[in-house]
């Protein structure tokens, strides 16, 4: 069966190049999939913004360090995650009020 494979022209066997040169299912998409949301319900709970999102899940770009380590608290928890940027209170900045004042000064 394995001479049948190599030889199938329409179907050639992945060299370490070839599978290094492959974009892995987007880890992002699953997360979202097992939340049972949309992109644009995911992008908004989350305060990602949404072509952000579809580059990440199509992999026209890869999420950086900080990216992957807030995709991980999401998946380790989301509700609470989801219950923290409530906090915001819409205003779009990740830790509201205590986030604004830690960047002026006047909050620490």
């Known amino acids: 069966m394995i ?7 329409d179907n050639p066997p992945l060299t ?7 974009t892995p299912v987007a880890r992002v998409r699953k997360l979202r999939r097992a ?9 908004l709970r989350y305060h ?3 072509g952000t ?5 199509q992999g026209r770009s890869q999420p950086d360090q900080p990216a992957r380590a807030y995709l991980a608290v999401i998946a380790r928890d989301p509700e609470h995650v989801r219950k923290a940027l409530e906090g ?4 779009g900045g990740v830790g ?10 006047s909050g620490l």
């Open 3 to 9: 001479s049948a494979a190599d030889a199938d022209p």
């Open 53 to 57: 999102l579809r580059d990440w899940e």
């Open 16 to 22: 370490p190049q070839s599978l290094a040169a492959m």
């Open 48 to 50: 990602i913004p949404l």
């Open 96 to 105: 509201g009020e205590c986030y604004d004042e830690a960047m002026t000064g």
């Open 88 to 91: 915001a209170g819409g205003r």
């Open 35 to 43: 939340l049972g949301l949309t992109q644009e319900a995911f992008a």
